[in-house]
């Protein structure tokens, strides 16, 4: 560490210049970094949904689907002709990697009024009151890709009036943006409320905005060093905030130190060698508690945790580093400014509740070890959501058009069933009406309910089969009432 604190006391211009010139790889590698706005991704490759999700994507593009919600009537009263409808499904396949949408004209000719329609298929298609109908638009790649999200944002913007999106890929659209725009801010929060705070704890106006241009140098390294990984979306959302809550930490007790030990030193380099050298060890434990917590998420199967483990592991890394090396350089040039901006803290005195607690602590000691068990409690009856659509806006979309889904269609969650195709159309048709039989199913789309079992697939058309059949496989999709992630969908 000598080496280090006086390479930091001699040279602290050169590291300030060094540590400057640094953001400018990491911010271009920031800027091309993959941001993952699929969680599902992160599951587990032994799992059945999981192996079926990738059946979907790699045989069928069904991976990553969007349900769009047209209404049929228009304010006035008056119907939205089945060739407008068309017209609209044509503008959507027409977008950059849309693979295929499908609506009740596969099936059946675009002609027939829905009024008419047989039963099996305006009952998948159309709402209950015919006001909404819907089609499935399927993409060539994942609901996480950038090229899907632009496709999803694309639609929106052809979309008319009291027109709505479902489905994972405009979930992932509708989150990227809400989490691009809303993160800068909450960050500049965090920024404002860290500075204020210290400005009322610390004796100079000026240490603030160094330590947290400091940690905002550190924050920068961290997401730039993300580029050959890439990162989630909920990681990107919390790695700021959090390094700069750990980081600070250690940042105000190096700042503590050389105040300290400038009382006693003859220049403020060797203090700085001094604080340095005395806080290196504290800092050095404190940092590898924390560092083995973050680690800790790398043993979790759902690889999400090792994503933010492995983040914030090095933002710990990287964060005490910075301490050590760019902030005595920062506090060693604006010495002066420091000392020019001194003022008094603005902290009250604690010493009568310090007083009162010590001379009271037994009695303490056993008021928290009663609150434990209460707070126990409370805690094993917390409920947890698992539902990515409830943490959407109810404004956006996505949340309106799962909401209509709900209202209009009796539908709120969509499965697909892989079957083997040499399975006997006769069984085939017994499964699919047990699984209507299911409770809280509320509809279900396959090929023989539509086509039939007698006829051959040979003279039916290639966009009806492209869509249920792929390379042996055949694929279903089964609507239930009940929401996402709750014990009812599970069981």
Request: glycine share 6%; aromatic share 8%.
């Amino acid at each position: 560490m000598n080496r280090i604190s006086n390479l930091v006391v001699k040279k602290p211009k050169l590291i300030i210049l060094i540590s400057l010139l640094l953001l400018i790889p990491t911010l271009v590698s920031y800027i091309f970094t993959n941001i993952n706005y699929d969680i599902l991704t992160y599951l587990p490759s032994h799992l059945d949904s999981v192996k079926g999700e990738k059946i979907l994507e790699e045989d069928f593009n069904a991976g990553s689907m969007t349900i769009v919600l047209v209404r049929t009537v228009t304010d006035n009263g008056g119907k939205v002709s089945s060739n407008t409808v068309v017209k609209l499904k044509n503008q959507i396949s027409e977008i950059d990697h849309v693979y295929n949408v499908l609506w009740a004209d596969n099936l059946i000719d675009s002609s027939v009024p829905g009024d008419i329609l047989p039963d099996d298929i305006k009952n998948v298609f159309y709402s209950g009151d015919a006001e909404y109908t819907m089609m499935f638009v399927s993409y060539d790649d994942t609901a996480s890709s950038k090229d899907v999200i632009k496709a999803v944002e694309k639609i929106k913007k052809i979309l008319p009036d009291d027109c709505y999106l479902s489905g994972i890929s405009a979930m992932n659209a509708d989150t990227k943006e809400m989490t691009d725009r809303e993160s800068p801010i909450y960050i500049a929060i965090a920024v404002v409320l860290a500075i204020a705070t210290m400005m009322l704890t610390m004796d100079s106006f000026v240490t603030p905005f160094i330590l947290v241009g400091v940690i905002g140098i550190a924050v920068v390294y961290n997401l730039g060093t993300n580029f050959l990984t890439g990162i989630s979306y909920i990681t990107q959302s919390i790695a700021a905030i959090l390094q700069l809550g750990v980081t600070v930490d250690y940042s105000i007790f190096l700042v503590n130190r050389y105040n300290e030990e400038r009382r006693h030193s003859a220049t403020k380099e060797e203090a700085m060698s001094r604080a340095l050298n005395g806080s290196f060890t504290s800092l050095a434990g404190s940092s590898l508690t924390t560092l083995f917590g973050f680690l800790a998420l790398c043993f979790m199967q759902l690889t999400l945790g090792m994503n933010i483990g492995i983040v914030m592991a090095k933002g710990v890394i990287i964060g005490v580093l910075s301490v050590l090396i760019i902030l005595p350089a920062f506090l060693l040039v604006f010495d002066d400014a420091i000392n020019r901006h001194k003022h008094k803290p603005f902290t009250p005195n604690f010493g009568r509740l310090v007083a009162f607690v010590t001379k009271r602590k037994k009695s303490f000691a056993v008021l928290f070890l009663i609150i434990i068990i209460p707070s126990l409690i409370l805690s094993m009856n917390v409920k947890q959501n698992y539902n990515l659509n409830a943490d959407l806006p109810e404004d956006s979309v996505t949340a309106q058009g799962t909401a209509l889904l709900k209202e209009k269609f009796n539908m709120t969650t969509s499965h697909f069933i892989i079957v083997d195709d040499s399975i006997p159309a006769s069984k085939l048709v017994k499964m699919e009406g047990e699984i209507q039989n299911v409770k809280g199913v509320s509809s279900m789309l396959a090929y023989d309910m539509f086509v039939g079992t007698s006829i051959p697939d040979s003279i039916v058309p290639d966009d009806v089969i492209s869509v249920v059949k792929q390379n042996g496989r055949q694929v279903m999709l089964v609507n239930s009432i009940y929401e996402a992630s709750t014990d009812e969908c599970n069981s």
